[in-house]
């Protein structure tokens, strides 16, 4: 079969990514070293079927992060976060999980019951306006939006990509009948989108119908007070709230770890929350009266945005006040948050490993593991990603942000480096001795991660109004409750 001339490889995206704009990260090299043999050991660890059929289009993809904790030569794992759909690093895994997780959006565009159907692929960046931040992985939306398009082409309608970038110079460009993906970042969206009276999203005039992007479906939905009507709006995963909000995420895992006891993970996460300004800066005090250090994350933020550590119990009044309003007004310029990305979660620092191995260039410095749970059919399965190591030495006689923050966009960009420079593939020998992990552990560390997405998906169907999806919940019919949850 002769190739379509008009489609090009990934690979020659990313090479011409800097004539184009701005570099792309191409993340082949981790790919390429996740070995096969361990992929698939742990990877059938971390199977589980689906509690019932139905949840199948409530869930794409979730890269569940965990901390490292060693006590007397025994590890722990702490899930600090599931996050969700925004996933960065898709391509850091292997290619048959590529295409899984991309099969799983066109299926979700073949769902969209509106001929012309507007779906959203929102990606994370540009949050300051003072430094804006180009994604490096835009890549991988684009492959998300090649899928989405491609479920549309299913039915027979030639489908349109457009971009935020053309649309706010061109807002008539999204006049057209054809069902169509809109890819932009997560601001750019939001500024631009608006809400009729009965709940329907539009963004330029256009109806939209779904939204790909955890963080993005639950700014959304605290942009318009909560008051979109889930009946008309898709939103991969369904499960966006605990993707975005660690709250939500720990008052679930909490629930889980009581009923899946398990020495490799914590029974509890402890953590409080707070609604306002007053509550957080009272509960703050209140935890490190208490002698527990404490860090604060903001609701639908990411890349460590608004994250504060408050490690000194006897750390000034003022300079608590000074971080915890430092962090209110970040979330408020990056993300538009009103008055803050409220509510608040106050957790529990974890003290964590850092890399072990003297001599590594990054000896020293803290660590983190990425487990990536997705749904491949009615089963989900759970594949070690990546290790993402912070940008600096950790000493906890001086420690600073960048020592405690993991994450692989914040070192890339303040050391001026490649994000692969910080990560290394996690179903790979190599990797798991230098940190000193045993593929026991790795394997009991996936089962437990379906599992817990597993309880998740649960919840959602058994209790929906606890997941962001009531809307109006409380005027539906019952046909009307199943609507919200068929619609994702
Ligand atoms: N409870 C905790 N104890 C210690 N460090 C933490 C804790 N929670 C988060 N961190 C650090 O902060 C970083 C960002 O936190 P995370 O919850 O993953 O939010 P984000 O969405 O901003 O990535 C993590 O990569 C980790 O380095
Ligand atoms: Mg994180």
Redesign the pocket.
Known sequence: MRADPLTMSLETVIAASPMLGHMLEDRSSVRNRQEPALVDLFRDAGTVELSNPDQEHLFLVAPL?L?VVETDGRKQFHI??TNGTGIGGLTNLPLDVVSTVLDGLTEMATRLPEPNALVLAAISGMESNKNPRHNHLVHEKMLYAEALKRGFEKHGHSAKVLTMAQLEQDPKAIDTDQPTVVLGYIKELLNSLGMNRDGRLRLFGRPVDGAVNDRFCLNVLSRFGHQVDMTRFATMNRCFVPGAD?GKAYELLNEFAAENKDDLFPNKVRFSRAGNRPALIAGVLNWLREGRKA?I?AQG?????G?EFFLDPEEAVDSIIDKIDHSIKVTEAYYGAIGGAFPYTV????D?CTVPRNGHPLFGH?Y?VRVVVYRDGATLKAIPGITKI?SQGYDADKSNRLS????ITTSAEAKKREGTDFMLPLCNEETLDILGIDADQMKRVCAYCSRYVRYILDQVQAQPERFGLAGVWGDLNQDDRSLVLKRA
Do not use: P
Request: charged content about 30%.
């Open positions: 992060d901390l600090t976060e660690k860090v994350k933020t990411g890349l460590g945005h994250i957790c529990e620092f974890v964590t803290k983190e912070s405690l923050i993991n994450n």
